[in-house]
């Protein structure tokens, strides 16, 4: 079982800056990439950023440029930081993690964090 636990979230002023943290624990053999989504009340859950074990990363064209995805592959975490925010941003902001439970068992397994809010007032 792997948990993932998200921390970071809070109330931030147009233009400002906020970081995300996120971490993983459980039983695993390996945590593969790792991701940022984002959901906004009365939308779907939109990709904002994911990394792999060998750090490539990838943007949403929304946020390209303002928030930098990145990972501590030693303690299993991963980190967004958000710069330049707009009130566009304000969502629950989910961490998402692909992992492998044992050597022997080739499947990438999904998991999800309880997402943390971010609110960005103008």
């Known amino acids: 079982q792997v948990q993932l636990v998200e921390s970071g979230g809070g109330l931030v002023q147009a233009g400002g800056s906020l970081r995300l943290s996120c971490a993983a624990s459980?039983?695993?053999?390996?945590?593969?990439?790792m991701g940022w989504y984002r959901q906004a009340p009365g939308t779907q859950r939109e990709l904002v950023a994911t990394i792999t074990t060998g750090d490539s990363t990838n943007y949403s064209d929304s946020v390209r440029g303002r928030f930098t995805v990145s990972r501590d592959t030693a303690k299993n975490t991963v980190y967004l930081q958000m710069s330049s925010l707009q009130s566009e941003d304000t969502a629950v902001y989910y961490c998402?993690?692909?992992?492998?439970?044992?050597?022997?068992?080739?499947?990438?397994?999904?998991?999800w964090g309880q997402g943390t809010l971010v609110t960005v007032s103008s």
């Open positions: 998402n993690a692909a992992y492998r439970r044992s050597a022997w068992d080739y499947r990438n397994r999904e998991v």
């Open positions: 459980g039983i695993f053999f390996s945590i593969n990439t």
